[in-house]
């Protein structure tokens, strides 16, 4: 295919480089850069949703929070005393807000609403995510995806906007966080697409579990740029990040190729190794070559369901998800609530040890990749990591109490295990079964298998979040499920 025919698919960025370096890139070249963009892409994605947890405390003012000095693990200490966060460093709660909070959500009704807030963003998205799947097989990736991060960013800024604007109306904000999930629904079918069409199976596990960092590393960076604008105004705290999408989403439309096809390439055939099948990029028809990403034929929701392994997959990360996010949304709430070695620690203490359930999760999601590779067995590793969590949690459960030590190596080991299967089956194994075998001449299924797998793991967590919720309204009923065993019992 000469390259002069896919001069309309080209990334505009990508045109400049090769205009000014006088010659084009690698294969692999070009395969680097997907893996930075989409793993830029997908970090904006998560700093983006960050900002809710951290502003909590400010818009209810249940709890303090030593705005002056909040500086996230891995900047701050991870360990902090209580009484350390009541310090306000000469500084009048008043001239802060933090007795006032902010109307709608400084009432005795303030937690519920933001639950509420919480539980319509992640009912949006898993609703969204069907049809964001859908769509991202039908219409240009590169495009999908640059309207998805800034939209994203303009409701997310939006809700911040209520700040200087001072907008007190909770439909303003439920409005906002319902649109802004939307948006957020189409980045993930969509960069595990693109990923998924650059990247062939063989080595598909261990790139993805090692691309899939970008969603701790967009917790952590969401977190800091959050809590480090957090005194000017808790507002800024989402116009920042939305601003950072919005300029991701710039980058995205200026240098992400979706398809090999898009910049001149056939797709290649890689060599396989003795003894194993061909990587699935050697069984592309011939008739596929000279196809750009705008004449592929999608697949409908009902026909990709049919794809071998989708259902089963999108039930069992239907449980993965609900666990890992139950960790995600609670774990902090739970280690401000259960003595450690005797003690209690901070919210801010909470939140900072909580991370390490994270960087557990970016091992595991390692390790998985790589297992499943060499084993060429996606079902058995991650059922094999499931099933291996369960005495995990119950021994982080029993003894994660004992000590800040213990706690913090078994919440590792239960963060390994848990977000290990997660980010398998929702990178590798929905881009193997996106390129199934079933799927003939000319159809892609890649962001729609996606969306079915993702979506369907996000309404569990939704529907987790939902009890979960109901439990927060009454303290009593959340201190007597504690996920800590007090070790005085």
């Given amino acids: 295919m ?17 205009s000014i370096r006088g010659k084009d890139w690698t294969i ?71 007795n006032k909070g902010w109307a709608p959500f400084n009432g005795k009704d303030g937690t519920s609403k933001l639950g509420a807030i919480d539980l319509a963003f992640l009912g949006s998205y898993a609703m969204g995510m069907y049809v ?27 809700f911040g906007m209520g700040y200087l604007w001072d907008i007190h109306n909770f439909t303003f904000y439920l409005a906002m966080q319902m649109v802004a999930g939307l948006f957020q629904a189409t980045g993930w079918p969509s960069v595990v697409a693109v990923i998924g069409n650059w990247f062939g199976k063989r080595k598909r596990g261990l790139i993805m579990g090692v691309w899939n960092a970008h969603t701790s590393v967009g917790n952590i960076t969401g977190s800091l740029i959050a809590a480090a604008v957090l005194q000017y105004g808790w ?43 061909q990587d699935e990029e050697a069984h592309i028809p011939n008739e596929n070559k000279g196809r750009t990403s705008g004449n592929r034929r999608s697949i409908g929701l009902l026909e990709a369901c049919f794809i071998p392994g989708v259902i089963p997959f999108a039930l069992c990360l239907f449980f993965a998800k609900l666990v890992a996010y139950t960790f995600l949304y609670w774990l902090p709430y739970y280690l401000s609530q259960t003595a450690i070695e005797g003690e209690y620690m901070s919210v801010k203490s909470a939140g900072n040890l909580s991370t390490l359930f994270d960087v557990g999760g970016i091992v595991g999601g390692v390790l998985a990749g790589h297992i499943s590779d060499k084993l060429k067995a996606r079902a058995t590793t991650a059922a094999s990591f499931m099933y291996t969590a369960i005495p995990a949690i119950l021994l982080y459960r029993k003894y994660g109490s004992i000590s800040k030590v213990s706690n913090a190596v078994l919440m590792m080991i239960a963060g390994l295990l848990v977000n290990g299967p997660y980010a398998l089956i929702t990178t590798a194994v929905s881009a193997d ?31 987790e979040f939902k009890e979960k919720l109901s439990k927060q309204n009454n303290l009593e009923g959340a201190e007597s499920q504690p996920l800590l065993s007090d070790p005085r019992e």
């Avoid at 859908?134 to 590169?142: E, Q, S, Y």
């Avoid at 116009?239 to 992400?256: C, D, T």
């Avoid at 910049?263 to 099948?277: H, Q, Y």
């Avoid at 996106?434 to 996000?458: F, M, N």
């Fill in 132 to 158: 964001a799947g859908h769509l991202g097989d039908k219409l240009d990736l590169r495009l999908f995806l640059t309207t998805g991060m800034v939209g994203s960013g303009i409701f997310v800024g939006l």
């Fill in 28 to 98: 692999n070249g070009y395969r680097y850069v997907v893996l930075l963009v989409t793993f830029i892409a997908y970090t904006a994605y998560h700093a983006s949703r960050k900002p809710s947890s951290i502003v909590k405390s400010v818009l209810d003012p249940g709890q303090k929070v030593n705005l002056t000095e909040f500086r996230p693990w891995p900047i701050g200490d991870v360990f902090i005393a209580r009484e350390a966060m009541m310090i306000n460093n000469g500084i009048e709660d008043d001239e802060l807000g933090k």
């Fill in 235 to 277: 507002g800024w705290s989402f116009i920042l990040p939305g601003a950072f999408i919005v300029i991701s989403g710039i980058i995205v439309y200026l240098f992400l190729a979706a398809y090999p096809e898009d910049v001149g390439f056939s797709i290649t055939n890689e060599k396989a190794e003795p003894g194993l099948p």
């Fill in 2 to 18: 000469s390259r002069e025919t896919t001069m309309g698919k080209n990334p505009p960025g990508i045109l400049l480089i090769r």
């Fill in 433 to 463: 079964l996106g390129t199934h075998a079933s799927l003939k001449g000319d159809s892609r299924a890649l962001a729609t298998v996606t969306a079915i797998i993702d979506g369907t793991g996000s309404i569990g967590a939704a529907l």
